[in-house]
DNA sequence: TCTGGGGTCCTAGGACCC
DNA sequence: TCTGGGGTCCTAGGACCC
């Protein structure tokens, strides 16, 4: 009676991740530092664009990106830059220009499109491709797409293509840098197991910690686990995708649009405070920049939220709905002034803090604001239809 | 010599409404 | 007298990712 239904073609996944990405775009403007090891990161760029010797850093922040050279020192992106200054003081230091880098971002992507138009952003250096209905071998197509990323930004990528973006993203960490992998469903037992489970994207240091405590290592070691197992230590829905991770199962499409969901903005003080004088005008400052931020992008917000982190890295945050949202200065101000109130009565901090934030969230493009949302939920809809 | 900044998603409890 | 369950909104915290 019914129809067969129609088999959909086996898809086929691209992950694309540009190799040390930050650091490379540093390389096409400085490429008298190649070969060297060079460190990106640290406290703003208010002193000059010029490389300046690691070794003469000082102060709070963290690299952000470094070259494979100063890899080979044990240097890392997150690694406090004293730290790395410690391990390799004889590298080279670079403020970081988003701007730059977002231009290189902007030109990869714009190349890639030209090739396969279905793009899932991750951040500003790596995509997901779906490759499904582009009418190409794997092998020439990834080749295809990496001289096009080469020729539009000088810049290597590494890219695998898989069946789903689980395994694609795995795979193209598989032969970085300048890579291209390959990924079928019969390479889970050889490739993907013997790996260890936290190159799984949602395996972070936490589930690692607890994974490691059950003795489970590597991704086949998971793999090998009953799902009632994970369930049971791991919680219903987070503990049976594990399960399906370890087999390779991802039916997750690639997203090509989404809608922001909040804006922010954050920053660490040189030394901790508990002084409202310093704090304050920081607050306010950030309060400005990030109503700055929607009104370019055409979004308002109704919920105000601030975070703060105590010199002992505990993290508080403190929301504030409002009825209709908002993206001036002063509105923002004030309701983040009223929601840090809550967390420090008559400006009195219990310790010092080291960063402040301010957060809008619950966004709608400006001139799509549900007009009844604040009072329709009130029963207050009656006199606004009049 | 400690540990940046910008995001997303999930969970869990309480308020409130039907 | 005590008795419901479901749904949504809001808040706070936490894990994770780039």
């Not at 030109?107 to 499904?132: M, N, S």
């Not at 071998?137 to 295809?144: D, N, P, Q, W």
């Not at 901090?349 to 799509?368: A, S, Y």
Request: charged share 30%.
């Amino acid at each position: 009676m019914a129809d067969e239904p129609v088999a959909a073609p086996p898809r086929r996944i691209a992950h694309l991740d540009m190799d040390a990405f930050y650091a490379s775009v540093e390389l096409l403007r400085y490429p008298e530092l190649r070969g060297q090891p060079v460190v990106i990161g640290g406290r703003r760029a208010s002193e000059g664009r010029e490389a300046r010797p690691l070794a003469e850093y000082v102060g709070r922040g963290v690299v952000t990106t470094c070259t494979y050279e100063a890899r080979a020192f044990g240097v890392h992106s997150g690694m406090a830059m004293m730290k790395a200054r410690a391990l390799c003081p004889q590298a080279l230091a670079l403020p970081l220009d988003f701007d730059e880098y977002r231009r290189h971002s902007r030109l990869f992507k714009a190349a890639v499109a030209e090739i396969a138009p279905e793009i899932e952003d991750r951040g500003i250096d790596e995509i997901y491709i779906d490759l499904t209905h582009v009418p190409e071998e794997s092998r020439l197509l990834g080749l295809r797409l990496k001289a096009a990323v080469k020729a539009a930004t000088g810049l290597t990528c590494s890219i695998a293509i898989a069946p789903n973006k689980l395994l694609a993203k795995i795979g193209s960490e598989l032969d970085k840098p300048d890579g291209l992998t390959l990924l079928f469903m019969e390479d889970l037992e050889s490739v993907i197991w013997p790996l260890p489970a936290k190159r799984i994207n949602g395996i972070g240091p936490k589930a690692n910690e607890k994974l490691a405590k059950l003795n489970i290592v590597t991704i086949g070691d998971l793999a090998r686990e009953r799902p009632e197992f994970l369930m049971r230590h791991f919680g219903k829905s987070y503990g049976q995708w594990l399960h399906d991770a370890a087999h390779g199962r991802d039916e997750r499409e690639v997203v090509t649009y989404s809608e922001p969901k909040s804006r922010s903005r954050e920053t660490t003080f040189e030394d901790d405070t508990r002084d409202f004088d310093v704090i304050a005008p920081v607050l306010t400052q950030l309060c400005r920049q990030v109503a700055e931020d929607l009104k370019k992008r055409g979004y308002v917000g109704r919920t105000i939220g601030v975070k703060l982190r105590y010199d002992n890295f505990r993290i508080v945050t403190r929301d504030n709905t409002l009825e209709a949202p908002v993206n001036d200065a002063r509105a923002i101000r004030r309701a983040a002034f009223a929601a840090l109130s809550r967390v420090a009565p008559q400006g009195r901090l219990v310790r010092p803090i080291r960063l402040i934030g301010v957060r809008v969230g619950t966004l709608f493009r400006e001139g799509d604001v549900p007009a009844l949302q604040a009072a329709g939920a009130r029963g207050e809809t009656a006199d606004l239809f009049g």
